[in-house]
């Protein structure tokens, strides 16, 4: 794990290029490749708070509200291309217009509210006809409140830089626990 992640790090450092490529989904071996696909969900959601936590100052949110809207999708495209999977954060409540939930995705949200409902959320769900692997983002860091709970726990100086970025923000009125999106990953 230590080696993937030391090589996502180095492949965004070193990385000038920004293109765009396309590709075509291939089938998935649920069973052979959960793992991977797990351990790129962990490299991915570790990368992106390794450097949020590592801007973030008890008086000055700026710099990692900053390098979330500039670089979070960058970071995740960067490792998504590494690993060889298509790695997207979605919600319905989106804040980034690229993370928005489409209708399928919007289903498999729903089915994770019920069973979060009922007492125990799904840890996983595996659509086969899109060959999408989907698990849950939670909120589970009182530090995720200060941009995405309610204007009583929300930075208010950090959100008016949110809203420059992303005036038709969504991605609020959270508390720890909830269910804040979905992780979909796809081979490419």
């Given at each position: 794990m230590k080696n993937v992640i030391f090589s996502i790090s180095t492949l965004v450092l070193f990385s000038c290029a920004n293109e765009s490529i396309e590709y075509k989904p291939l089938p998935i071996n649920l069973e052979e490749e959960e793992a991977q696909i797990l351990d790129a969900i962990a490299a991915t959601q570790q990368l992106l708070i390794q450097h949020l936590t590592a801007r973030v100052d008890s008086t000055n949110l700026e710099p990692a509200v900053r390098f979330c809207a500039e670089n979070a999708q960058r970071l995740t495209d960067s490792i998504s291309n590494e690993l060889g999977?298509?790695?997207?954060?979605?919600?319905?409540?989106?804040?980034?217009?690229?993370n928005e939930a489409t209708k399928k995705d919007w289903e498999v949200f729903r089915h994770f509210e019920k069973s979060k409902e009922s007492g125990t959320m799904d840890k996983s769900y595996f659509d086969e006809l899109n060959q999408t692997y989907y698990t849950p983002i939670v909120l589970g860091m009182p530090l995720c409140l200060k941009c995405h709970g309610t204007v009583e726990t929300r930075d208010a100086q950090a959100y008016v830089i949110i809203q420059e970025y992303y005036p038709r923000d969504k991605a609020?009125?959270?508390a720890l626990g909830d269910l804040r999106g979905l992780w979909s990953v796809r081979k490419k």
């Open positions: 999977y298509a790695i997207r954060r979605i919600s319905p409540k989106n804040r980034n217009t690229r609020v009125d959270y």
